[in-house]
């Protein structure tokens, strides 16, 4: 059979499928031997395809990653994973072959086993925001492919993402649907993935006044004072137990303070720490949190194979609809709590729940029990993930360079009066402190791929026609380090923002458009608060000579491999003037 002959033929209909009875007549049969050696020879052409590529490459064992064939590539991933390359050979292979022949650039449809690691989420293992930097290399800027049999759009170039979230806005502003997405999210209604349309719009207006405006921005400063005193005290404390300074596991002192802050705003209630009110309901709630931020981002390959939905692959089904059940219980417990606490009495609107109940008696079929859950749940795990993992990976660049962590206490000493901590007001004045962070969240953007978002007709970007129920991926690895943009992009250089005064579509840790982050401000402010303040009152050191290892993992939010862990010790000019008793 010719390749040309093999592509192009089309296969009749199995008149059997819809007449059964014909089965008698012997026609399945014959049909099912067609596609019997219709198979063979494609998979003989294949295997032989497969095998001329293998011969090559060990002709060429030098030969640069850049110039190898799509194929060969594969290989060389079959090499360092053989369970996931054994499995699905010919999806990694066919999905290839079709695509250069459909003259699509090229993407692997699998470049990583998402069986590997327990943290892995389908995303990730499909279409890793480093590997498809890699790949770009190979086939161009922006991608136009299949994760497995879901269209897909990679984009990797400023000019194709300003075209995405400018004239094409309100056509991406959709987001796919996923497993995930069904069990964690009240049946597609909440904010994050909800689809574009009235009630989103509700959500997005009813998020920018009620939730993220300056004026509810203010009014809990008291509350992220406060926890970030407890921390501080702790440290202390454990730097007076341990003669003048202490060894902090800082990945998760940050997850806690995080969530901390996120459910003292939201419920009035803090599960970490010391002061938990009751230990063994925080002790619960604790392991909820851990399996909500392992599990919200996970997604399962029966969302790009639909045939594994029949199978439950992995059992992910099960396990998203039994933690769901656990987690609304959570959350409906913290809205009855608070309406107890309003009808008892309690001073209302003191938390966002309580705001969100005094919107529910006005409007009581709008702004249900449900509706409340499922805000409280996405800022939760929003806020928590992305707040910890950007201060982890700050922390983690400055004790690697601790000049600038001199220029951070400069500046502070230099803004902040003598006998006074870091306020949040504060910050405008601290532009080295942006762009500290800035640069962190350039180099490591916690949502690397954005969500991912979806066209909802079709159209055309960067020249390619996008058709209708395309997912777009919004590559910020490959953006934040590209090097036609960046100079030296993979080094931490804080003061190359000083001049930069547009960033446009070169960095955008936080999305753009319609669909952008809408905690980005309560967002930098947390980070801003938390990362000075530890500055301004501790003296940080590596807990060896041996610079921090960066390796970056994988996850929906690519977290970093090793746990960060600091020594800290109190500056002695805090220790003279602050008792760091919270207010
Ligand atoms: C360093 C901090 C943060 C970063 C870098 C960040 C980044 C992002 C990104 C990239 C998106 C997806 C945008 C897109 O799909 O185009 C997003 C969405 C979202 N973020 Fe954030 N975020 C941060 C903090 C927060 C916080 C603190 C909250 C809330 C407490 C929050 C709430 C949300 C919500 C609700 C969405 C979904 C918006 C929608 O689909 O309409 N984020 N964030």
């Given amino acids: 059979m010719s390749t040309d002959h093999m592509f192009s033929a089309k296969l009749p209909t199995d008149t059997c499928e819809y007449v059964p009875i014909m089965r008698r007549s012997g026609l399945g049969k014959k049909y099912r031997k067609m596609l019997e050696n219709y198979q063979r020879k494609f998979d003989e052409f294949m295997h032989d395809l497969i095998e001329e590529s293998r011969r090559t490459e060990s002709g ?4 640069p990653d850049q110039s190898k064939t799509i194929i060969q590539s594969l290989l060389s991933l079959q090499e360092a994973d053989s369970e996931f390359y054994t499995l699905f050979p010919n999806i990694c292979t066919y999905s290839a072959v079709f695509r250069l022949r459909n003259k699509l650039i090229c993407f692997p449809a699998y470049t990583r086993s998402p069986f590997k690691s327990e943290r892995n989420t ?19 800027n922006d991608l136009s492919s299949f994760v497995g049999v879901r269209k897909a759009l990679i984009v990797t170039s400023p000019s194709a993402v300003e075209e995405c979230f400018t004239k094409n806005d309100i ?43 300056p004026a509810r921005i203010a009014v809990f400063i008291g509350t992220r004072k406060t926890e970030l005193m407890l921390l501080l005290r702790e440290l202390m404390h454990k730097c007076n137990e341990g003669g003048g300074s202490t060894k902090v596991d800082l990945k998760s002192k940050f997850v806690e303070l995080a969530f901390n802050i996120l459910s003292m705003t939201m ?20 392991f909820f949190i851990r399996e909500m931020l392992e599990n919200s981002g996970r997604s399962n390959l029966g969302d790009y194979l639909p045939f594994l939905r029949w199978v439950d692959f992995k059992g992910l089904e099960k396990r998203f609809t039994t933690l769901m059940q656990r987690l609304d219980k959570f959350m409906q417990d913290m809205v009855d709590e608070r309406k107890q606490l309003l009808a008892a009495g ?18 009581h079929e709008y702004y249900s029990d449900e509706l409340i859950k499922g805000i409280i749940m996405v800022l939760l795990i929003a806020g928590t993930d992305t707040l910890s993992i950007s201060l982890e990976w700050a922390m983690a660049l400055l004790l690697n360079q601790p000049e600038a962590i001199k220029k951070i206490k400069a500046e502070i000493d230099a803004h902040v009066p003598e006998d006074g901590l870091l306020e949040e007001q504060d910050l405008p004045n601290l532009t080295y402190l942006q762009n500290v962070i800035k640069e962190t969240l350039r180099l490591y953007p916690p949502v690397p791929l954005l969500i991912p978002h979806e066209a909802s007709e079709d159209c055309t970007v960067a020249g390619y026609h996008v058709s209708k129920g395309t997912m777009l991926l919004v590559n910020l690895w490959a953006i934040h380090r590209d090097p036609k943009l960046w100079e030296d992009p993979t080094k931490f250089i804080p003061e190359r923002h000083q001049e ?84």
């Fill in 346 to 363: 309690s001073n209302g609107s003191a938390t966002m729940i309580d705001h969100l109940l005094s919107l529910q008696e006005n409007e």
């Fill in 267 to 286: 419920a009035g209630k803090r599960y970490y720490g010391e002061s938990v009110a009751d230990a063994e309901e925080a002790r619960k709630a604790r």
């Fill in 500 to 583: 930069r005064r547009d960033d446009g579509f070169t960095m955008l840790p936080f999305g753009a458009g319609r669909r952008g982050c809408p905690g980005a401000g309560i967002g930098t402010r947390v980070l801003g608060f938390v990362l000075g303040t530890l500055v301004q009152v501790f003296e940080w050191e590596r807990p060896s000579e041996e610079m921090v290892d960066l390796t970056e993992g994988r996850g929906f939010s690519i977290p970093k491999v090793e746990p960060l862990e600091a020594i800290c010790r109190p500056r002695q000019a805090i220790l003279q003037q602050h008792s760091l008793v919270p207010p």
């Fill in 60 to 63: 060429s064992a030098s030969s």
């Fill in 122 to 140: 389908v995303v990730n293992s499909v279409v890793d925001p480093k590997e498809s930097t890699e790949w770009r290399h190979h086939a161009g």
């Fill in 171 to 213: 056509i991406f502003a959709n987001r796919p649907r996923s497993l995930s997405s069904k069990h964690f999210s009240y049946n597609y209604t909440t904010i994050s993935v909800a689809p574009y349309g009235d009630h989103w719009r509700n959500l997005r207006r009813l998020a920018a006044l009620e939730i993220f405006s």
